[in-house]
């Protein structure tokens, strides 16, 4: 699927995360793919995968409901991803869903990037809403291409950029499930990795229905969620997001 660069220059993997039953995305992302990179399909899971527990009174407690078929499909499909790179030793990944418009001639720059080299071992290349950010890296490959560090919940899976280090990190840390994948992985202040981001986007997210489905959007109605332990424990969360933003100088 493309030409792949040479061994020297092509660092990165490319997975596309969809569903085996999504032909008509898998076509459509294939038509749009204009690049000499090579990339692949990952089959998303639709369950847990091995390895895997759930929790499901700590996803009560955080979300107030339980989570979709969707989220936990969505959630084990990442972490399968890394999962397999730690067990393959892959150096990098470039991991992307099948409904993203790409800016190819930057990722293939970013793909032949030792990324870890440069301090970096999570990159994400869309963010769903503004936070709190500090910029960390101008001109990153790309004249006016900024890498800032996001600090709260800008949410999605769209598209990002992995290390061996990071998988490793989220890998461990998002074994047992607690929360929708992407709420996990921008808790940089539990997992201690560095919550990195492209500004502008090198990915757009196509306007297609969603796979995860709206049931994610209903009131919070589980007790769980409404107790006076789950109420302190939002304090403490949001109390150590405050003290990562003042050692980042965003203040409080």
Known sequence: MGQALPESAA???????????????RAGFAARADTCLDW???????GLAPGMAMDELAVARTKGRAM?????GCYASHWS???DMVERGVPQTIVLEDDVVVDWRYLERLAATDLHGQGIDYLRLYAKR????????KDFLQHSRT???????????????????????????????RRPIDDAMDRSWAHGLPNLALFPAPILEATVASNIGA???QPKADPAYHSLRQKTWRHVERARMRL????RGLGQ
């Open 11 to 25: 660092r990165a993997e490319i997975v596309v995360v969809s569903l085996a039953s999504a032909d008509v995305r």
């Open 40 to 46: 692949r399909f990952f089959d998303a899971c639709t």
């Open 68 to 72: 979709t078929g969707g989220e936990i």
């Open 81 to 83: 991803i890394w999962h």
């Open 130 to 137: 503004p936070t709190w950010s500090r910029t960390v890296r």
């Open 147 to 177: 890498v800032v560090e996001l600090i709260g919940l800008a949410y999605g899976t769209q598209g990002y950029a992995i290390t061996l280090a990071g998988a490793r990190r989220l890998m461990e840390h998002c074994r047992t499930v």
């Open 215 to 217: 049931a994610r959007f």
């Open 244 to 247: 990562l933003k003042a050692r």
